[in-house]
């Protein structure tokens, strides 16, 4: 199971109902609301995945509605770790402004050893 919060700026943004924060983990391309979205437009901007145990992440992938459009991320970055305040950059990259689901490998070896994460920070560039 996967804890999604939403945070920006300095405080944490309350979500409205624990559904909506479970919405970003189906994809469902036909549905507006099954992405994230923010009531503020300046940055930081961020979401926090909180796996219920800690695991090797290798990837990440990102669902979009079903037409081109302009909430799509053009710049992102992820970040992963043990804790909230000690994580490690685990990929910094962007969505095509398209349809098509977008998977990518995140870093997940350090010295050639693999690294678990318990906190995984998907933050708006």
Known sequence: MIQALAKKEEEVAA??????????LVDKPNDQSSRWSSE?????????LKLERPAIVQSITFGKYEKTHVCNLKKFKVF????EENMTDLLSSGLKNDY????????HKIDEQMFPCRFIKIGKC
Do not use: C, H
Not at 15 to 24: D, P
Not at 40 to 48: A, C, F, M, T, V
Not at 100 to 107: G, I
């Open 15 to 24: 979500l409205a109902a624990q559904a909506e924060a479970r919405n970003i």
């Open 80 to 83: 992963g770790g043990m804790n």
């Open 40 to 48: 503020s437009n300046y940055p930081p901007q961020y979401l926090i």
């Open 100 to 107: 098509n689901k977008e998977t990518f490998t995140l870093k």
